[in-house]
């Protein structure tokens, strides 16, 4: 009976006069965004740092992820729309999706395969093999159900509630920007915490798990409803009928390609022998918007690479907004943060301004300025990353080494590199910055400090830093090369710290809670991370004396060797060397080049789909919403082929080259713009009707005509 009382009382205005089963497919909504986005926030520094692959690889790898979510939409429609429903197709694409995310909260646990635990994988394959197959899982899952969520919650609706209906869409796009910023916010902070079981690392199992959770919720959510819905039976799918009918075309057309077969108006009208007119008079306005999407995937070519090369861009840059820490993943937030402020200023206040300046701000002029936006948005970007490469510092390459003197003497240093290649004097206490030399042609060095000279022989391995230490001591010089096996930038804003004993004693060093054990005179411990922004207590138990210091505020992204020099009272001495510079220049910067692309988006995406809807006949809207999705697809594998076939080193380089690219497809589109003839489908489609009924109505007056023949 509690059914029946829930279907009752849902006749009543207390459901605010919407179908009870809308709120089941909102929170369904709601949780499986939270699930894609978080997952997606911490996909490109999960290849980056998990899987050890290089930007350019993690780049490439997320983008082919995303555009198979947006390639499977068109299957997950056709399979709703001709074989199973919608119903079942979301719940049991549901199910593919909540076993994707689980296999890949299992592919980042690091003990899975970590037997020596040392706190890397030791089998990847293992790892890649089991994050492929989830990824793969969830593109087919989310794609799939992508289509069918959104027409759902449309079917719910009786014809006479074209208002709630209206609202329902604006809440469930509401529903998306709320999970998929929260989700940003959450899954990079669980990123960031430390587990593990034998070994502490980034907790990427948490941060996958928690958006696998929440999909399983979305599940259960979305079949306690089941009762509820109102489930409409498939009635074939409109894209295969479109298709069919321009094949058709294309095929008759082709056969009677001779000259004595006479000319068509359009040649869609080739199809007119098998198909009706209505249908074909649809599918010319469908073709005339599908030609205008042609030029729109390069603006999602950008518009997605917040997710790849921005977060990249972010690991570079110094996180600190004084009292809370910004993980690189987190940036991406300002997107979803922006578009819930921003829609609704631009339709409550800028448009109406617009419209008051008798500015005549067409849907297809938005589109425009839309890509124009995203194509600033990128030169910021890339003006942004000027900055940073001027702080970057630059490791070795192939066939080169690199070396940096440090003088831990009382006396100034000269040291010469043979044969003749240079030669750099080093006052005391003091180092020098990272020098390169060609590996094959360094041979030897000598060394010179007050009246002592030594020459030693040197073997350097290619693409490698090393640090020589000097010593003038009473009786000779001491000089040794120190590998140092740093040739990368700390990642995610950590600092490399390492310290030299420049005591005659043995003692014994911790900074913080790390301990960097025990240090033989003149000898180097290795390097330890630490996280940025802070300040850290380093002590040393000399002759079971502790002696400690209160370290320098330590930045983002930086190495240092410290020098323990000596212990007066309980103060240590120390002097710092810096091997790699912090990163300086601020998050903050990337907020310019966000908040335009954040504006591209509201005047793009928004008025793309209205466009679509008001240009098209009313059932072909899945088969526009089909083309939408496929711009996206199409514009991530763009950026798989320009980041591959642009051999360009420079990163600000590449992203001159999508602005000016974006630039160019803009100034096609909006001439293509210019010559579009807006039409009313509901004026052509009641055309049709009246045409059809007359063609009716002379069959009548014929039949009738012939009746009264035969009665004569």
């Not at 079949?223 to 509820?228: A, C, D, E, H, K």
């Not at 990163?583 to 591209?600: D, E, G, K, R, S």
């Amino acid at each position: 009976s509690s059914g029946l009382t829930l279907s009752v009382s849902c006749l009543q205005p207390s459901c605010f006069g919407y179908p009870l089963s809308i709120f089941f497919i909102i929170i369904n909504e709601f949780c499986e965004r939270f699930s894609y986005y978080g997952m997606r926030a911490v996909l490109v520094l999960y290849f980056k740092y998990f899987l050890q692959w290089d930007d350019n690889l993690s780049t490439a790898i997320y983008h082919t992820f995303v555009a198979l979510c947006y390639l499977t939409p068109i299957l997950g429609a056709l399979i709703a729309d001709s074989w199973l429903g919608k119903f079942k197709t979301i719940v049991s694409l549901s199910i593919v999706y909540t076993i994707g995310q689980a296999v890949m909260s299992v592919s980042s646990i690091n003990d899975l395969t970590d037997h020596n635990r040392d706190g890397s994988p030791d089998n990847v394959s293992v790892h890649i093999a089991l994050s492929m197959t989830g990824l793969i899982l969830i593109a087919l899952g989310t794609g799939g159900i992508k289509p069918c969520v959104s027409a759902f919650g449309g079917d719910q609706f009786e014809d006479d509630q074209e208002k709630q209906r209206t609202r329902f869409f604006s809440i469930f796009y509401l529903s998306i920007n709320a999970g998929s910023l929260l989700s940003t916010i959450i899954t990079p902070i669980l990123r960031a915490q430390e587990c593990g079981i034998h070994s502490k690392q980034r907790c990427y199992p948490l941060a996958f798990g928690v958006p696998a959770a929440l999909m399983a919720v979305a599940l259960v959510v979305f079949i306690v409803g089941s009762r509820m819905y109102k489930k409409v039976q498939p009635q074939g799918n409109i894209m295969t009928q479109v298709a069919k009918c321009i094949g058709f075309a294309i095929k008759n057309r082709f056969r009677h390609r001779s000259k004595e077969f006479p000319k068509r108006e359009h040649w869609l009208d080739w199809a007119s022998e098998k198909y009706d007119k209505r249908l074909i008079a649809q599918t010319k306005m469908v073709l005339k918007v599908l030609f205008l999407y042609i030029p729109l995937p390069m603006f999602w070519a950008l518009f997605d690479q917040q997710g790849s090369r921005w977060t990249l861009q972010a690991t570079t840059m110094d996180g600190n907004f004084g009292a809370i820490q910004i993980q690189p993943d987190q940036m991406q937030t300002v997107n979803p943060i922006l578009i819930i402020l921003m829609v609704p200023v631009v339709d409550g206040l800028v448009y109406p301004l617009i419209k008051k300046c008798k500015i005549n701000f067409t849907p297809l002029r938005k589109i425009t300025v839309g890509m124009f936006l995203a194509s600033l948005a990128f030169v910021a970007a890339a003006l942004v990353q000027v900055q940073i490469d001027k702080t970057l510092p630059v490791f070795p390459a192939a066939g080169q080494s690199q070396i940096k003197v440090i003088n831990l003497g009382t006396d100034n240093a000269t040291v010469w590199f043979e044969p003749q290649i240079q030669n750099v004097n080093v006052t005391s206490m003091e180092s020098t910055a990272y020098m390169t030399f060609e590996t094959s042609q360094l041979l030897s060095f000598k060394v010179t400090s007050g009246n002592k000279i030594t020459t030693q022989p040197t073997k350097l391995s290619e693409g490698s830093r090393y640090t020589l230490r000097v010593k003038n001591n009473a009786t000779d010089i001491v000089a040794e090369l120190l590998f140092d096996n740093v040739t990368s930038k700390p990642e995610e804003g950590n600092n490399l710290i390492r310290f030299i004993n420049n005591l005659p004693d043995t003692i014994n060093i911790t900074m913080g809670d790390t301990s960097f054990g025990t240090l033989a005179s003149l000898s180097a411990s290795n390097y330890n991370l630490f996280p940025g922004g802070r300040e850290y207590k380093i002590t040393a138990i000399i002759n079971s004396m502790p002696c400690s210091v209160i370290s320098k505020a330590l930045g983002f992204g930086s190495a240092y060797t410290i020098v323990i020099n000596k212990c007066s009272g309980e103060n240590l001495d120390v002097t710092y060397s810096e091997d790699i510079p912090p990163n300086t220049v601020h998050m903050a910067w990337q907020i310019p080049q966000y908040f335009i692309l954040t504006c591209a988006e509201v005047v793009f995406s928004v008025t793309g789909l209205e466009f679509s809807y008001s240009q098209a006949p009313s059932n072909m809207k899945a088969v526009l919403q089909a083309g939408w999705l496929l711009t996206v697809a199409v514009g991530n594998i763009i950026v798989l082929i320009v980041a591959g076939a642009s051999k360009l080193s420079e990163q600000w380089a590449e992203y001159v080259l999508f602005a000016a690219l974006l630039l160019a497809v803009c100034i096609i589109f909006a001439v293509m713009a210019y010559f579009y003839t807006y039409i009313d489908p509901s004026e052509i489609e009641a055309q049709l009707d009246e045409e059809e009924k007359q063609v009716k109505k002379d069959q009548d007056v014929h039949e009738k005509q012939g009746e009264a023949d035969s009665q004569m």
